[in-house]
């Protein structure tokens, strides 16, 4: 085909929240700035389909004329991320997040986002909303947009990154983009498990093509989950409007025999532990036990009823959140009437957020040159546990990375791509289409993804790790190159474009499951049964996952400190999760 060249300054990759922002801002410094969406602009990727709640401290938000408890401070909400992090959280980037979101919100407000309400340290207002504001002025300020594009790799030269091949999806071709600076703003990787409560479409390309090229990722193994999400019906699969409801009116967890699955639980986590967003972790870990105890359901969960909740004040609830009981085009006005019967429903966690990724500094530069990073593709503000909007993240991570980008741009001359990276990475990508005998792209998907669900879930141990492991192992081994796809045309070839993120979602998985099995203790959204304490004597630090001559490697580095001081001392996991929900500040709100 035609050699297609794109020449740019910065090349952002990503089309949510973090990747408008910082293309925003890059482009305010004067330069070219191409974003690139695996989508539809502004509606694909997480950012879309957030709640949405932007998070800072309260004195701030009543400054910015917003109701807010002022007698909140930067050095609470500091307080409140760092421990509800397990301490595994770096505070330079902790700090940036508290000390740049009062402009960020400023912007957003000054940008027209309507905001529907207040509490004490959040706004809410709407994942839509959001990114309408931010393609609205992404376009006033010269960014150049392109949708439906795929960046499958990137390519270097003289040690830093130079470009990045993509694919548009709609007619098959490559692009050849060649820039001075990349941010890599492209989300989780939610495709990688089933079920998931996030978009499809978010299959880790750029974090592992980050990888590929050389640049760390980190805490891999620190994976939320979201608790009380539907695992049945299948048309309700992976609907977390169970956890919306439960958390505003509460609700009863039973096993399959009927008993309460808090019965027994310290009195804080079943209170704390259950009506604020710990509930994800701790919740979701409280489920798990119970399935594997072999207590669970037909598809591994637990019921969820209404309990001795009030059916007139959830029946109200639920309808202002789900008008006419639907909720994201989906009709659940049959579960409203097991609500009003007291009827359960199978319920259990299912990914929603990912702790760990591109190790960056407080400068949102990479370990390879020329290369950043923001958003939940990147490593650092959440530490092992995330509590705090990752919606304030996004935006004041990606207005630092574009910045910071669009100065190296600005200021180191880029070389040109490595002679033959484009047609070497095309040759790639083109191998599944003239592929024969080789295994189904979305049948080898669904396998692994079912083998995530149930081997890297919130409770993990040496035994199902380790065969996890060699599982995919086997399949990077033997399988994927090997891949075969029926429909051989490139236009609009969903089959192929499976194929080309298989790789990536094997890598992230390998590198989560020998984090996992790595770090030998149990810490924020991590719990190993074979290792059940956190222990802050050897494992206050950070796991990092580096290319080598023969795959990769895990190591560990100490955690970046600046205020807060970890403490000492091994601990039984609930205990330490006791612990730090009593360390939360008083504002009486729920972050």
Known sequence: MTETYHDTDVLVVGGGGAGFRAAIEAARAGIRVTLVSKGPLARSGASPMAGADFTLDGKSMNELGREGDVNDSKEKVFNDIVTQGWYLNNQKLVEQYINTAKSQLSDLMDWGIDITLSDERAIFTSGIGIMDALLKQARTVGVELLEDVSILELVTNDGRVTGALGLDVRTGSF????????????????????????????SGDG????LRVGADIGNMEFITFCCNVFYAPPIWMGSIAPYILSLICGGRLSDRNGDDLLSGFDPVLQQKGVLTEWNKSFLSYVSAQAAREGRGLECGGVHYSRGDADWGFMQMVGGLIFPNWKYKAIDFSAWAE??????????????EYFDGGIVVNERFETTMPGLYAAGEAALGTFGAN?????ITEMLVQGKDAGRFAAEFAGTEKSPDPRKNAFREAEDRACA?????????????????????????????CDKELTEFIDMLEDIQKNVLSNLSVSYTGRTYNKEWFDALELPNIVELLLASARSARFRTESRGVHFREDFPHTDNDSWLCESIVSKSEDGTTVSSRPVTVTAMTPPVGKTPYLQMMKTLIEAHSDTGGKH
């Open 175 to 202: 692009i050849r983009f060649r820039a001075g600076a990349i941010v890599i703003a492209s989300g989780g990787w939610h495709k990688a498990f089933w079920p998931n409560t996030g978009m499809r479409d978010l």
């Open 207 to 210: 974090i592992a093509a980050a």
């Open 338 to 351: 097991k609500l009003e019967k007291n009827e359960p429903v199978e319920v259990g966690p299912a990914v």
């Open 386 to 390: 995330r509590v705090f909007s990752a």
């Open 432 to 460: 599944p289409l003239s592929g024969t005998g080789g295994e189904s792209p979305p049948v080898v998907r669904r396998k692994i993804q079912e083998a995530a669900h149930s081997r890297l879930g919130p409770i993990r």
